[in-house]
């Protein structure tokens, strides 16, 4: 009989393949550890793509409901998305151009805040809703049958608007300043995002009757209302999963 030898003249029995099998098993160990880094390198790509994606869509959206909606329908909005229209009635900015200036002004005032991840993240969203914007400007509305009826375009303006900034703000940035005010002030006082956008509409939405009719403004409250309402649905369902 042979025997493999584990020492120098002595064989190799079951006792002693028991004193190396700690060997053998940290060696495995060491083995399967080393594929972690690659493992949590994957993830936080995935996530990280993740995010983006979100934050693009949901500009996206929003980009499309302005256009198409709100800025033919006489049926505004709130907040930063509100002064942009307001604008483009009193001077003809593109709201391509004036969202970046607007937004870049709220986010620098409460970047600290915010944090620099967020900022980011919103700092993509806003050039995605600028982008949007500028491409189908020229060939909005792509609806006009709807610029007829303002309460079908308050509602379809609100689904537009309230999905695609909720949309975002699950991916961790905002398309417009108002967003990151109602998330800054959410996090440092704990109130309610709807709440925070009705308070900054409701001021935009006063402006706005210099272009606006009496009757159309109330169209525009509906739309801010459930707008608002919409993006706290949608930041509910991500604290309930």
């Known amino acids: 009989m042979f025997f493999r030898k584990s020492a120098p003249g002595r064989p190799f029995t079951q006792s002693s393949m028991s004193l190396h ?8 160990y060491e083995r399967k550890s080393s594929r972690l880094p690659d493992l949590a390198v994957f993830l936080t790509f995935g996530i990280f793509a993740l995010c983006i994606l979100l934050v693009l869509l949901g500009s996206s959206i929003q980009a499309v409901g302005v256009c198409n909606i709100h800025a033919y329908s006489f049926v505004t909005e709130g907040g930063t998305l509100g002064l942009e ?104 006082f704990g109130w309610n995002v709807e709440h925070v956008y009705l308070a900054s509409d409701l001021s935009v939405l006063l402006l706005s009757l210099s272009y606006i009719p009496l009757e159309k403004i109330l169209y525009s409250l509906l739309t ?18």
């Open 21 to 28: 099998q700690p060997d053998i098993l940290w060696t495995e």
């Open 85 to 188: 229209l307001l604008l483009y009635r009193w001077t003809g900015l593109s709201p391509a151009i004036s969202s970046i200036v607007l937004n870049g002004i709220c986010y620098a005032i409460g970047w600290r805040m915010l944090g620099g991840t967020f900022l980011a993240y919103s700092g993509i969203a806003v050039g995605c809703y600028a982008l949007c914007y500028a491409l189908l400007e020229p060939f909005a509305p792509l609806w006009p049958a709807l610029i007829a009826s303002p309460l079908v375009c308050a509602l379809l303006g609100a689904v537009f608007v309230g999905l695609g900034a909720g949309i975002s703000m699950l991916g961790g940035g905002a398309p417009g300043g108002d967003d990151a005010l109602a998330m800054s002030l959410n996090k440092r």
């Open 224 to 241: 801010v209302v459930l707008s608002g309402q919409i993006v706290g649905w949608v930041q509910r369902l991500k604290k309930e999963e």
